[in-house]
């Protein structure tokens, strides 16, 4: 999957990473995010910053080399930022002719080799679920597939997925992505199901209600999370 990736904008992006990082920064971003790679200690506005002059100055000729840059930077990265910056580049706005189907391998694999939440909630929410609702019948039997996967990631995907779709979401693929992971009971599974009934609750608050009264197997965590802002 991929082709050759563009050498001078992963340059650029490893070199402006060096320049802004601050290494008194490093070891508390990395210890938040209990992460095993380390990091340059840039934060996220000036991660945004770099990533804005860089992809300026270094645009991609097609999907395959997009596709290959992104790879290449994500695989090869020896520090988090690094990653954080080839997620931004697969949402940049001059590729987002390349969003569809064709790309969920590419989002499946950052989402499964990241198995963490700050990168796969990213691509979840911004990258796979816009692809799903254009997509629909192309996209919804996969995310039904990972709502039962043995990957807890593709599981949290499958769950958090519509997160901000609004009136846009498919209640029939929420409620089974919630019902294959209810019984889990792992904490990033149960606080994704309470996340995508709160976030669906700003769109219909009583049928979130409803939902929850009526189902009595849902943890703690997902009941408190799903109704945590129609106690307000």
Not at 12 to 20: I, P
Not at 106 to 117: C, D, F, K, N, P
Request: proline content about 5%; some cysteine.
């Amino acid at each position: 999957m991929g082709g050759d990736g563009d050498g001078a904008l992963i340059e650029a992006v490893r070199d402006g990473l060096a320049r802004l990082g601050d290494p008194a920064k490093a070891p508390g971003m990395q210890a938040y995010m209990k992460s095993a790679m380390p990091y340059r200690g840039v934060p996220a506005p000036g991660q945004r910053r770099l990533a804005s002059e860089v992809f300026r100055a270094h645009p991609l000729a097609d999907r395959e080399t997009w596709r290959g840059t992104v790879l290449e930077l994500w695989r090869g990265a020896a520090y988090r930022e690094e990653r954080y910056l080839a997620i931004a580049l697969t949402g940049a706005r001059a590729y987002a002719r390349f969003q569809d189907p064709v790309e969920l391998p590419l989002y499946e694999e950052l989402i499964v080799t990241g198995a963490w939440w700050d990168y796969v909630d990213e691509v979840a929410i911004r990258r796979v679920g816009p692809i799903l609702r254009a997509h629909r019948a192309e996209v919804t039997p996969l995310m039904r597939a990972w709502a039962g996967d043995a990957d807890p990631w593709r599981r949290r995907t499958a769950i958090i997925c519509q997160v901000r779709a609004g009136a846009d979401t498919d209640l029939d693929l929420l409620e089974h992505a919630i019902a294959a992971n209810t019984a889990d009971t792992g904490f990033f599974l149960r606080k994704a199901i309470g996340w995508a009934l709160r976030d669906y609750a700003w769109h219909d608050p009583d049928w979130v209600r409803r939902y929850v009264a009526a189902h009595h197997g849902l943890s703690g965590l997902s009941r408190r999370e799903a109704l945590k802002n129609l106690h307000r």
